[in-house]
Structure formats: C-alpha cells, structure tokens
C-alpha cells in the first residue's frame, strides 16, 4: 500500500525509497543499472542473474518493481513473470520486461506494450528507464 509521496508502507514500516529489482543475465547490465538508478535517482535496487534467483529474491524482498530481461539461459523472463504471477505474494508486482530481441523502433510501434505487459527495447536509456518505472507505479 502507498503511503504520502515518495513512501511505500510495508507491515507497518514505512520506506522511503523505490525498491526494485533487476534480474537479467548480463552481470555488466545490472551493475550499470544499479549503480544509475540508486545514485541518480534514489532507488534501493536489487539484482539477480538468473530467474531462480530472481524469484527467489521477488518473494523475500517483495520489490516495488522488477525489471526483467526477456532472454536468459535458466529460464525465460516470460517463464520467470508466469511463476510470479502465481504467487500471491509476488502477483501484483508491475514487471517491465527488458529485451534485446526487438529494436526500440519495434517496441515502439507496439506501444510500448506487448501481451499487455511493459518492454523496453535494450540498449535501454537510464532515463527513460527510471522514468518508466515511475509511471508504471502510478508516480
């Protein structure tokens, strides 16, 4: 639950910062990603290079938003998203999904959306990115 700007309220304590979790296989990606989105724009961030890892992590620390590669050797972003879903506890965690797949001229052309979910075309702008997550969490 949301609690005054810029707080998010979790069993009683309140946080001051975006929690959000980036996993993706690319170890230089993540660090580029973490390192931005923490000291630019304030994020607690998280990372994980592997889908069981990342599920793993989404369940303990129940981030505000994950980030998700579309393309790793374990199992897919799509595979990791539906074991999410699942999940109650994980269920209603907005995921934006990272993919090296399509150009940004292509996931443009869908909308930014495909199958009703975010993606945003790599090489992804930290900006955009951050700008991103604001919107997908209402901010």
């Known amino acids: 639950m949301r609690h005054g700007a810029g707080c998010v309220r979790r069993g009683g304590a309140v946080q001051d910062r975006i929690t959000v979790l980036i996993?993706?296989?690319s170890v230089n990606l993540c660090e580029s990603l973490k390192l931005n989105l923490a000291h630019k724009h304030g994020f607690a961030v998280h990372t994980?290079?592997?889908?069981?890892?990342?599920?793993?992590?989404?369940?303990?620390?129940?981030?505000?938003i994950i980030?998700?590669?579309?393309?790793?050797?374990?199992m897919s972003g799509?595979?990791?998203?539906e074991l999410l879903?699942?999940?109650?506890?994980?269920?209603?965690?907005p995921?934006?999904?990272?993919?090296?797949i399509l150009s940004q001229d292509e996931v443009e052309e869908r909308?930014?959306?495909?199958?009703?979910?975010?993606?945003m075309a790599k090489p992804v702008s930290?900006?955009?990115?951050?700008?991103?997550?604001?919107?997908?969490?209402?901010?």
């Not at 069981?52 to 992590?57: N, R, S």
């Not at 879903?85 to 965690?93: Q, S, V, W």
């Not at 995921?95 to 090296?100: H, K, Q, R, S, V």
């Open 23 to 25: 996993v993706d296989d």
């Open 48 to 64: 994980a290079q592997d889908g069981k890892t990342g599920l793993h992590l989404a369940r303990t620390l129940r981030p505000d």
């Open 67 to 74: 980030i998700l590669d579309v393309m790793m050797p374990d």
């Open 78 to 81: 799509g595979q990791v998203a």
């Open 85 to 93: 879903h699942e999940l109650p506890a994980t269920a209603r965690i």
């Open 95 to 100: 995921i934006i999904f990272l993919t090296g």
């Open 111 to 119: 909308g930014g959306e495909i199958g009703g979910e975010k993606f």
């Open 126 to 139: 930290h900006q955009e990115l951050a700008a991103a997550i604001h919107t997908q969490l209402g901010r």
